[in-house]
């Protein structure tokens, strides 16, 4: 059996070894300026935050009754779809909800979403533009990681983004009063 004093402390701080991801907490702010995608543009609108490779949870949460968190369709051909998305960074994108803005439900507002970014996102969310505190009818959706999303591969990037657009599309995001936390 190894004596203690056999060992040598000097790569640890009092706390032990770092895990490699630190804690991040940020709170974005978007006012619902339309993003317009032209000539069948497919992608991301925004990146509202940024995680480091190896980050395994991430979460979008209000910090007031007044939050608001809502993706909208503004305008675009059939199967436009607007979301929340986790892109990796190999361009991979992971839908974090699996009922998108689009032409029959122009918004979709949300009161939380977490995501664990080795398995599974889950967004609790409305088909309406509306603040976490009104009276909706809230539902949970699953969506698992996609099997070429890589956590481990680099930087991860909070995304709104576009699919499905064959001309001209525009879509906006409002968010105000939400933080996004990430360990």
């Known amino acids: 059996m190894p004596k203690i004093d056999s060992f040598t402390l000097d790569n640890y701080s009092i ?3 770092s895990s490699g991801v630190e804690t991040t907490v940020t709170t ?3 006012n619902n300026n339309p993003a317009t995608f032209s000539n069948g543009a497919n992608g991301v609108g925004w990146t509202m935050a940024n995680f480091p490779a190896g980050t395994r949870n991430i979460s979008l949460i209000p910090t007031s009754v007044s939050a608001k968190m809502t993706v909208s369709f503004a305008s675009g051909p059939s199967g436009t779809q607007f979301l929340l998305g986790l892109q990796d960074s190999n361009g991979v994108i ?3 909800h699996s009922m998108p803005a689009y032409a029959s439900y122009p918004n979709v507002s949300f009161i939380s979403v977490s995501i ?3 398995e599974v ?3 609790t969310y409305c088909l309406t533009s509306t603040n976490v505190s009104g009276t909706m009818s809230w539902q949970v959706s699953t969506f698992s990681k996609p099997p070429s999303f890589d956590p481990n591969a680099g930087q991860m990037n909070l995304v709104f983004y576009v699919f499905g657009n064959t001309s001209t599309a525009s879509g906006s995001l409002y968010m105000s009063s939400f933080k996004v936390t990430s360990a």
Do not use: S
């Open 28 to 30: 974005p702010f978007y």
């Open 116 to 118: 664990k970014t080795d």
């Open 121 to 123: 996102a889950y967004a």
């Open 15 to 17: 706390d032990g070894p």
């Open 94 to 96: 992971w839908p974090l």
